[in-house]
T-cell receptor, first 114, second 112 residues
Framework: AQSVTQPDIHITVSEGASLELRCNYS??????LFWYVQSPGQGLQLLLK??????LVQGIKGFEAEFKRSQSSFNLRKPSVHWSDAAEYFC????????????FGQGTRLTINP | NAGVTQTPKFQVLKTGQSMTLQCAQD?????MYWYRQDPGMGLRLIYY???????DKGEVPNGYNVSRLNKREFSLRLESAAPSQTSVYFC???????????FGNGTRLTVT
């Protein structure tokens, strides 16, 4: 069965510092991978997605992620975080034939120190 | 530009009571989904509807029923609420396989 692990429950970084959020997945076929962000009291918003092709994908808000098949990873990165990036981040994997049945990781809560 | 609208935003139920969570989307999407979010567990799929007229179980369907009323609306019903169903419920929709899910803002349900 497919699964997603986000090893870090909570990360704190200083504003302007670089960020990397880890995501490891288990999936039998070529995975479809997503990163979503959730601000308090809100639904989830798509940051970026990987289906095929270039393993480095660019998303919104200056985020990028790299798909590494050999490591079963899809880590999210940002060179310089802003206070507005404080939120919860979810990695997801799934199939997209017909409906998107996604499996989400547990989430990583990001706190930004001024 | 409403997107995905969920009602109500908050609800408190007593054990054994029933209720229906409503979801509507105005993006002409084919597929709709219900997820629940619990601390430390991410989001888990309850039920989904790949297209109008079809519904299927997700990962955690027990204790729930759904109705795809038309292309726009997808409701989730709790027939006899239990404290284990205390959660935040999200409705989402998507157009076709590779397009991203669009989420509503959630319904926070507490069962006492």
């Amino acid at each position: 069965a497919q699964s997603v692990t986000q090893p870090d429950i909570h990360i704190t970084v200083s504003e302007g510092a670089s960020l990397e959020l880890r995501c490891n997945y288990s999936y039998g076929a070529t995975p479809y991978l997503f990163w979503y962000v959730q601000s308090p009291g809100q639904g989830l918003q798509l940051l970026l997605k990987y289906f095929s092709g270039d393993t480095l994908v660019q998303g919104i808000k200056g985020f990028e992620a790299e798909f590494k098949r050999s490591q079963s990873s899809f880590n999210l990165r940002k060179p310089s975080v802003h206070w507005s990036d404080a939120a919860e981040y979810f990695c997801a994997v799934g199939e997209t034939q017909g409906a998107q049945k996604l499996v989400f990781g547990q989430g990583t809560r990001l706190t930004i120190n001024p | 530009n409403a997107g995905v609208t969920q009602t109500p935003k908050f609800q408190v139920l007593k054990t054994g009571q029933s209720m229906t969570l409503q979801c509507a989307q105005d993006m002409n999407h084919n597929s709709m989904y219900w997820y629940r979010q619990d601390p430390g567990m991410g989001l888990r799929l309850i039920y989904y509807s790949a297209s109008e007229g079809t519904t299927d179980k997700g990962e955690v369907p027990n204790g729930y029923n759904v109705s795809r009323l038309n292309k726009r609306e997808f409701s989730l019903r709790l027939e006899s609420a239990a404290p284990s169903q205390t959660s935040v419920y999200f409705c989402a929709s998507s157009s076709r396989g590779t397009e991203p899910l669009h989420f509503g803002n959630g319904t926070r349900l507490t069962v006492t």
